[in-house]
Protein backbone atom coordinates (compact mmCIF):
# COMPACT_ATOMS: atom_id res chain seq x y z
CA UNK A 1 0.00 0.00 0.00
CA UNK A 2 2.99 2.34 0.69
CA UNK A 3 4.68 1.47 -2.58
CA UNK A 4 1.23 2.22 -4.31
CA UNK A 5 1.03 5.46 -2.46
CA UNK A 6 4.69 6.48 -3.32
CA UNK A 7 3.83 6.27 -6.73
CA UNK A 8 0.96 8.22 -7.56
CA UNK A 9 2.69 10.79 -5.30
CA UNK A 10 5.04 10.60 -7.85
CA UNK A 11 3.11 10.48 -10.86
CA UNK A 12 1.19 13.74 -9.15
CA UNK A 13 4.63 15.36 -8.50
CA UNK A 14 5.15 15.15 -12.39
CA UNK A 15 1.78 16.01 -13.71
CA UNK A 16 1.78 19.39 -11.68
CA UNK A 17 3.43 22.46 -12.91
CA UNK A 18 6.00 24.04 -11.02
CA UNK A 19 5.83 27.21 -10.11
CA UNK A 20 9.49 28.92 -11.18
CA UNK A 21 11.16 30.35 -8.30
CA UNK A 22 10.43 34.44 -7.89
CA UNK A 23 13.58 36.55 -8.81
CA UNK A 24 14.36 39.32 -6.70
CA UNK A 25 15.44 42.20 -8.99
CA UNK A 26 18.80 43.75 -7.25
CA UNK A 27 19.06 47.01 -9.07
CA UNK A 28 16.79 49.50 -9.30
CA UNK A 29 15.09 51.21 -12.29
CA UNK A 30 16.56 53.73 -13.18
CA UNK A 31 15.15 57.38 -12.18
CA UNK A 32 14.58 58.83 -15.62
CA UNK A 33 12.14 55.50 -16.80
CA UNK A 34 9.60 56.02 -13.93
CA UNK A 35 6.89 58.50 -14.82
CA UNK A 36 5.70 59.74 -11.24
CA UNK A 37 1.76 60.23 -11.73
CA UNK A 38 0.60 64.20 -12.50
CA UNK A 39 -0.77 64.64 -9.20
CA UNK A 40 2.71 63.42 -7.06
CA UNK A 41 4.81 66.03 -9.56
CA UNK A 42 2.04 68.74 -8.95
CA UNK A 43 1.96 68.11 -4.97
CA UNK A 44 6.05 68.46 -5.24
CA UNK A 45 5.28 71.94 -7.24
CA UNK A 46 2.40 73.35 -4.33
CA UNK A 47 5.16 72.10 -1.87
CA UNK A 48 7.93 74.13 -3.29
CA UNK A 49 5.62 77.43 -3.46
CA UNK A 50 4.74 77.40 -0.18
CA UNK A 51 8.19 77.65 0.90
CA UNK A 52 8.82 80.28 -2.12
CA UNK A 53 6.03 82.31 -0.93
CA UNK A 54 8.93 84.00 1.54
CA UNK A 55 10.34 85.54 -1.47
CA UNK A 56 7.34 85.93 -3.67
CA UNK A 57 4.05 86.68 -1.51
CA UNK A 58 2.34 86.60 -4.61
CA UNK A 59 2.62 82.78 -4.72
CA UNK A 60 -0.44 82.50 -2.74
CA UNK A 61 -2.71 83.33 -5.64
CA UNK A 62 -1.31 80.11 -7.12
CA UNK A 63 -3.98 77.23 -6.99
CA UNK A 64 -4.88 74.15 -8.67
CA UNK A 65 -8.32 73.28 -10.45
CA UNK A 66 -9.26 69.48 -9.86
CA UNK A 67 -11.04 68.91 -13.12
CA UNK A 68 -9.17 65.03 -13.98
CA UNK A 69 -10.27 62.48 -12.19
CA UNK A 70 -13.19 59.91 -12.36
CA UNK A 71 -16.78 61.15 -10.68
CA UNK A 72 -19.74 59.68 -10.16
CA UNK A 73 -22.32 60.30 -13.17
CA UNK A 74 -24.53 62.53 -10.68
CA UNK A 75 -21.69 64.18 -9.09
CA UNK A 76 -20.36 65.08 -12.51
CA UNK A 77 -23.49 66.44 -13.69
CA UNK A 78 -23.15 68.71 -10.02
CA UNK A 79 -19.95 70.19 -11.16
CA UNK A 80 -20.49 71.02 -14.62
CA UNK A 81 -23.94 73.30 -13.77
CA UNK A 82 -21.03 74.58 -11.09
CA UNK A 83 -19.32 75.66 -13.83
CA UNK A 84 -16.79 72.73 -13.63
CA UNK A 85 -15.24 72.82 -17.23
CA UNK A 86 -13.15 70.09 -19.18
CA UNK A 87 -9.96 70.68 -20.43
CA UNK A 88 -8.92 73.76 -18.26
CA UNK A 89 -5.38 73.62 -16.79
CA UNK A 90 -3.77 72.07 -13.63
CA UNK A 91 -2.60 75.15 -12.06
CA UNK A 92 -3.01 78.62 -12.62
CA UNK A 93 -1.76 81.68 -10.60
CA UNK A 94 -3.42 84.98 -10.91
CA UNK A 95 -0.28 87.03 -10.98
CA UNK A 96 0.37 89.71 -14.36
CA UNK A 97 4.17 89.31 -15.31
CA UNK A 98 6.38 90.26 -18.05
CA UNK A 99 3.55 91.33 -20.21
CA UNK A 100 0.95 88.73 -19.47
CA UNK A 101 -2.18 88.94 -17.19
CA UNK A 102 -1.52 85.47 -15.70
CA UNK A 103 -0.21 82.08 -15.41
CA UNK A 104 -1.76 78.73 -17.02
CA UNK A 105 0.43 75.61 -16.23
CA UNK A 106 -0.79 71.94 -17.78
CA UNK A 107 0.58 69.04 -15.89
CA UNK A 108 1.07 66.18 -18.58
CA UNK A 109 3.43 62.90 -17.25
CA UNK A 110 6.30 62.03 -19.58
CA UNK A 111 5.31 60.94 -23.06
CA UNK A 112 1.51 62.27 -22.82
CA UNK A 113 0.61 65.17 -24.73
CA UNK A 114 -2.28 67.53 -23.99
CA UNK A 115 -5.64 66.69 -25.15
CA UNK A 116 -7.34 68.62 -27.84
CA UNK A 117 -10.03 70.27 -25.30
CA UNK A 118 -7.00 71.32 -23.07
CA UNK A 119 -4.88 72.35 -26.17
CA UNK A 120 -7.99 74.55 -26.98
CA UNK A 121 -7.94 75.97 -23.54
CA UNK A 122 -4.09 76.75 -23.61
CA UNK A 123 -4.72 78.80 -26.92
CA UNK A 124 -8.00 80.74 -25.56
CA UNK A 125 -5.80 82.04 -22.79
CA UNK A 126 -2.84 82.76 -24.60
CA UNK A 127 -5.36 84.69 -26.92
CA UNK A 128 -6.76 86.76 -23.33
CA UNK A 129 -2.95 87.42 -23.08
CA UNK A 130 -1.94 84.44 -20.32
CA UNK A 131 1.46 82.77 -20.42
CA UNK A 132 0.50 79.21 -21.13
CA UNK A 133 2.79 76.41 -20.58
CA UNK A 134 2.89 72.47 -20.69
CA UNK A 135 5.31 70.98 -17.54
CA UNK A 136 6.15 67.42 -17.93
CA UNK A 137 7.88 67.25 -14.35
CA UNK A 138 7.95 69.16 -10.85
CA UNK A 139 11.09 70.69 -11.39
CA UNK A 140 9.77 72.08 -15.12
CA UNK A 141 6.74 73.45 -13.68
CA UNK A 142 8.76 75.58 -10.63
CA UNK A 143 11.03 76.55 -13.68
CA UNK A 144 8.58 77.98 -15.25
CA UNK A 145 7.28 79.72 -11.97
CA UNK A 146 10.69 81.00 -10.90
CA UNK A 147 10.99 82.92 -14.05
CA UNK A 148 7.54 84.07 -14.21
CA UNK A 149 7.67 85.47 -11.19
CA UNK A 150 11.14 87.35 -11.79
CA UNK A 151 9.48 88.92 -14.91
CA UNK A 152 8.93 92.55 -13.95
CA UNK A 153 5.33 93.13 -12.81
CA UNK A 154 2.99 93.63 -15.82
CA UNK A 155 1.39 97.49 -15.34
CA UNK A 156 -2.43 97.34 -16.01
CA UNK A 157 -4.43 100.01 -16.88
CA UNK A 158 -7.16 100.85 -14.60
Not at 68 to 88: I, W
Amino acid sequence: MLAMTTSRLADLLRTTKRKRPRVLRLTAPSPDNIARPERVEQAAVFTWAGHAMRQWPELRLLFAVPNGGYRLPREASMLVAQGVRSGVPDMLLAVARGGFMALAIEMKTKGKKPTDLQQAWLTALAEQGWKTEVCYSATEAIEVLRAYMQAAPTRLAA
